[in-house]
């Protein structure tokens, strides 16, 4: 028993990732870990998004199963279990049966890469990023096949707009990330790196976050890519083969029950993977926010009560709800399921507090709370805005983004090579303009 | 324009054969149950043929065996988003025939019903239109503040949607105990969620992009097509009923008539936007001056109007709603001919899509704003 | 350094893997079907890239060819109408010739492979194994580096062999242009 | 064998080649020769990367030539699906067929 402790302690306490010391069985159980939080978190997603947009748009969503509907996707997931899986009688059945199994696989797949924490990844590969980015992009394949197996004119319309779409802001984003790739290159040895650990301790060890980084074209770079990644993963308001007023369900019209589920999980992991490769690129990764600014133990200290604060929250908030649940008896179940939803909740936050687990979660807390606000964002975006045309989405890839993509890649490798323009020159500049308007704004 | 070849279809890209898709009558973005015949090169439309008639209920044929009095609550039925102004139209024309004229007091509250209803009926053309386009949120504002138009129309006469407020000569209720109270709340109410509507649509890129340049209707061609309403006033036409050929009391008030000039689906947003304001204005003086009085004109427990025939039209929300009565003599009417706006404009969906994209006819079938009630009668 | 893992077994299911998707890409009779069979193929090949520390071509397998070029090839099947070849005959004539020059081809690599030259194997193996942490930078600095970039210039030139095949591929789809 | 040596990977790849060549030689159907053709250059890089390796194992970790050429060959691979996708389209076009037994004119 102590031996067994003992042997998790010093895989705790390593610095390599599960998959970089080549130890199958740990790597075993991050697959399973990852998968499992993967899981949650989609059926958590299901959950916020309903409810978000809901309060968005002046309604409550769902209430009925469960507390505040907290039971909804779980009910959801056993009616779509049970429904029967029906394959259209003219449909190539092989390729019909096999085609969601394509999507899920590569949504979940790319988690292989993507960096919780120092060594909190399956494994660091060398070609991390281009890994994501290629087995992400092999989705398409699962909807054009499943497009073209259902044999009906609008699931094949939709599966060729959805693919057409995937893969040419596929090339938008491809070049937003190649100029992060250039900004890790900024050292001593003038090496990039494709590695997406490597990726966040380029930005530790240069002492800011790229989004940052060559202000402002770090932050084009992040704002191609937070445009191509709501377009990759066929979101509001580029959810064209979605489009509901016009293609009904676009490829997937023809799924149902099991298969149809499997879809929608690839969906909201892809969501969730292209999330990961924005916060690991851009926002730090597991980085804290404020390293230089708030820096010092006090600081590291509050900071890494983080995880724990937000859960007692989280656990405050459903206590207060109980509170004001209805008094009558037929919501006496429902209350004590909040109350103990909310102590469950509360728990965890106090289990987080602990020193030992405290420092093993802050990274893993911070990263999912960045990834947790572009799930936000997504559901804003579907909250507020209309959808585009298919030739003004197209318009949008290749005549905006992907300009401005190459011209910031051009001058991001300029500067990349020779820093000295940057401090010499582009930085006076920037202050001397931002002077002209401070002045120009305090005239007024 | 001729029908549609669909039995010899053209060569067009890769040498694929044209694509003619069935859009309804059950899809989601055709308002009910329109039926539209697509033919398509890729996503661009080379034409389109409606096929309507599936919620066809003869209504004109039940007119011939209803008197005068019983068929007031069918025309309720035919465009239901606006059913008071269905019964405007069809009580002014058998007042004109009856020559009786509804009193003062009666007059005012038709007005305000009228123009409560007009309010209602763009906002539910608002949230379908934004919805086909793509934003679900607006969806559920225009619901929330047209509850509180139909709590009034439901305190007044009971009814919610098919109203059936007005009778033949003036109206059967008496404006109920806060009536005006009411109409005030919720012109104050509501002004604000108009501004919200815009802040949401009329300068976000992406509306404007799938709605500028988008189902271009020249005047001229909405004239010769005998487009009404809101769609042919975005054309820049000045036509409107209310101004042109003033019935009710629509000459003591002030409001004006807005238009645009480039006659694309922007426009016609703008242009109802606008209109809900100026309907405002109206019960806004409306209701300040309502005189006393009796609610119903002296008219006859049966009716049997001379024989003779009339045509009397108003401006609902949707264009010209006119009524073609022939009388002949007896209490039941020898004929009765509606021209419905929707009808009428829907004709224009074929030259408006032309050369557009697929996504393109579900916005301008959504600018349109028909109701199928009232196209199929 | 990475200790292998689990090399034969790996292998032998790759190869196995690869062998069955060829072999299935070439007896299909709906391209559909030959098309999934050959991605198979391809990504089983770029995990026997990363079986020999080549880990930057497997990426660029799976983005380019199973991301790109089947993708490519899925579309124009779709596009073009092949209900009525999938109904006729798939071989052509001359099958059995084209087998036999198969099997003879087969042969010589097989006479080529068992050649031993003065009782040592033709490939003898190094056995040695290399990390992979370097990879991507080794093949850059061979690809750019001012030094010891010898492949500049084919670089160059593969990049306008794609500018070419992009204007070929447009001029020959596209009716009219 | 618990040793995978270079020898393997030729073999493999001469295997994939074999059934490329079949392919292509047999086939009917344009879209599955391309497709053979595309065999037959996965079988050319899988030789490629082993030599590389092979050849790492004599010159040590930086010479990576095999692998360089490997990705010459993938984009050599795209340019060639890309123009053939085109040239078969342009086919089908003309003669409503994708066989390849029927591309029997000159001009058209």
Redesign the interface.
């Known amino acids: 028993m102590h031996d067994l402790i003992l042997y998790i302690q010093s895989y705790l306490d390593s610095d390599r990732t599960p998959g970089g010391a080549g130890n199958l069985f740990w790597a075993t159980v991050y697959i399973l870990l990852v998968f499992a939080g993967l899981s949650v978190a989609v059926i958590a997603m299901n959950w916020l998004e309903r409810k978000i947009l809901a309060h968005m748009q002046v309604r409550l969503g769902p209430m009925r199963v469960g507390p505040h509907g907290l039971l909804q996707p779980i009910a959801d997931a056993i009616k779509l279990l049970l429904k029967e899986d029906i394959i259209p009688a003219e449909a190539d059945a092989i390729v019909f049966w096999v085609a969601p199994f394509i999507v899920v696989l590569a949504a979940f797949t790319v988690f292989v890469v993507v960096p919780f924490g120092p060594t909190h990844a399956i494994t660091d590969m060398n070609i991390g990023i281009l890994f994501m980015l290629g087995v992400s992009s092999l989705s398409v394949l699962g909807i054009v096949t499943a497009g073209w197996a259902s044999n009906s004119h609008y699931p094949l319309i939709g599966a060729l707009r959805s693919s057409a779409q995937m893969v040419s802001y596929e090339v938008a984003m491809g070049l937003a990330v190649v100029s992060v790739i250039l900004m890790t290159s900024l050292n001593e040895q003038s090496t990039g790196t494709l590695s997406m650990i490597g990726i966040v301790q380029a930005q530790l060890s240069q002492g800011e976050w790229f989004v940052f980084k060559f202000f402002p074209l770090g932050l084009i770079g992040f704002f191609i890519f937070a445009v191509a990644m709501v377009a990759e993963t066929n979101r509001a308001p580029f959810d064209l083969p979605e489009a509901e007023s016009e293609l009904t369900a676009g490829f997937h019209t023809e799924y149902s029950g099991f298969r149809w589920s499997l879809f929608f999980l690839a969906e909201y992991s892809a969501m969730i993977a292209v999330s990961s490769i924005a916060v690991t690129l851009w926002l730090g990764g597991w980085l804290r926010p404020f390293p230089n600014w708030l820096n010092g133990s006090t600081w590291e200290l509050v900071f890494a009560l983080f995880p724990g604060v937000t859960f007692l929250l989280l656990g405050v908030m459903c206590f207060y709800n109980t509170a004001r649940m209805p008094k009558h008896p037929l919501f006496r179940i429902q209350t004590i399921g909040l109350a103990g939803f909310g102590a469950v909740l509360a728990l965890i936050g106090l289990i987080l507090f602990i020193p030992e687990v405290r420092v093993r979660v802050v990274d893993i807390y911070w990263f999912s709370a960045k990834v947790a606000a572009f799930m936000y964002m997504y559901i804003w975006y579907r909250g507020t805005f209309p959808r585009y045309r298919f030739d003004q989405l197209m318009k949008v890839g290749w005549k905006i983004l992907l300009p401005m993509g190459l011209v910031l890649l051009i001058a991001t490798a300029v500067l990349a090579m020779r820093t000295e323009v940057w401090v010499g020159i582009v930085v006076p500049l920037w202050q001397w303009f931002v002077g002209i308007l401070h002045s120009l704004v305090s005239s007024l | 324009m001729s029908p549609l070849d669909l039995e010899t279809p053209d060569k067009t890209?890769?040498?694929?054969n044209e694509?003619v898709?069935n859009m309804g009558p059950q899809?989601?973005?055709t308002h009910g149950v329109l039926r539209v015949i697509l033919r398509l090169d890729g996503?661009k439309v080379l034409g389109l043929e409606c096929v309507i008639g599936y919620l066809h209920r003869g209504v004109e044929k039940i007119a011939e065996n209803r008197t005068y009095t019983m068929f007031n609550p069918y025309v309720d039925r035919m465009d239901y988003v606006a059913a008071v102004s269905n019964g405007l139209g069809y009580c002014e024309a058998v007042e004109k025939l009856l020559s009786v004229e509804a009193p003062p007091r009666a007059q005012y509250i038709r007005v305000i019903l009228t123009e409560l209803n007009r309010i209602a009926s763009h906002q539910l053309w608002l949230g379908t239109h934004?919805?086909?386009?793509?934003?679900?949120?607006p969806?559920?504002?225009t619901f929330?503040d047209r509850e509180e138009i139909l709590k009034i129309f439901e305190k007044y006469c009971g009814a919610r949607l098919t109203t059936h407020a007005f009778r033949i000569g003036g109206l059967q209720y008496e404006a109920y105990e806060g009536f005006e109270r009411d109409v005030k709340n919720f012109l104050t109410f509501f002004a604000p969620k108009i501004d919200e509507y815009e802040e949401?649509?009329t300068t976000?890129r992406?509306?404007l992009?799938?709605t500028k340049g988008v189902g271009v209707i020249s005047g001229p061609d909405a004239i010769a097509l005998g487009v009404t309403g809101p769609v042919l006033r975005a054309s820049g036409v000045k036509w409107d009923l209310r101004k042109a050929q003033p019935y009710a009391n629509y000459k003591n008030f002030d409001f004006e008539i807005p238009t645009g000039q480039s006659g694309d689906t922007y426009d016609r947003y703008l242009v109802r936007m606008v209109e809900m304001r100026q309907s405002c204005r109206i019960i806004e003086q409306a209701v300040a001056g309502i005189p006393e009085g009796p609610i119903m004109a002296k008219v006859p427990k049966v009716m049997k109007p001379p024989v003779g025939e009339v045509y009397h039209s108003i401006e609902a929300p949707k264009g010209e709603l006119g009524y073609f009565i022939v009388s002949d003599g007896s209490t039941q009417p020898y004929r009765i001919r509606v021209r419905p706006p929707s009808f009428v404009n829907l004709q224009a969906l074929d030259v408006m899509c032309r050369g557009q994209?697929?996504?393109?006819v579900?916005a301008v079938i959504g600018t349109l704003d028909i109701v199928l009630g009232e196209v199929d009668r | 350094m990475n200790p292998p893992v689990a090399t034969p077994f790996f292998f032998y299911l790759l190869a196995a893997t690869m062998i069955v998707g060829g072999i299935l890409v070439i007896t299909r009779k709906n391209a559909v079907h030959s098309a999934m069979a050959l991605i198979t193929t391809l990504l089983a090949q770029a995990g026997i890239y990363l079986m020999l520390y080549a880990p930057f071509v497997a990426g660029v397998q799976i983005i380019l060819y199973a991301g790109g070029i089947m993708v490519l090839f899925l579309f124009v099947i779709m596009l073009i109408n092949m209900e009525r070849s999938v109904k006729e005959r798939q071989f052509n004539k001359q099958w059995l010739v084209g087998i036999v020059a198969a099997a003879a081809l087969g042969g010589l690599f097989i006479a080529v492979y068992t050649t031993t030259t003065k009782g040592k194997m033709l490939f003898p193996e190094g056995r040695m194994s290399f990390g992979e942490d370097q990879n991507t930078q080794a093949i850059a600095s061979l690809l750019f580096d001012r030094h010891a970039g010898q492949y500049m210039f084919a670089f160059e030139i593969a990049s306008l062999l794609l500018l070419v095949a992009i204007i070929g591929a447009v001029v020959m789809a596209k009716k009219r242009i | 064998m618990l040793h995978i040596s270079t020898l393997h990977y030729l073999v493999l790849g001469a295997a994939l080649f074999l059934l490329g060549v079949i392919g292509v030689l047999t086939r009917r159907n344009v879209v599955i020769v391309l497709m053979s053709i595309e065999l037959i250059l996965n079988a050319v890089n899988l030789n490629l990367v082993a030599f590389s390796r092979y050849w790492q194992g004599i010159h040590g970790p930086g010479a990576l030539h095999g692998q360089v050429f490997a990705i010459f060959v993938i984009t050599d691979a795209a340019a060639e699906a890309a123009v053939g996708l085109g040239i078969l389209i342009a086919f089908f076009r003309n003669k409503e067929t994708v066989n390849v037994d029927e591309v029997n004119l000159l001009k058209w």
């Not at chain 2, 994209?357 to 393109?360: E, R, W």
């Open positions: 890209f890769l040498d694929a694509l898709i899809h989601p973005a996503e934004a919805l086909d386009i793509g934003a679900i949120t969806l559920f504002y929330r949401l649509l976000n992406i509306w992009e799938r994209l697929v996504a393109d579900i």
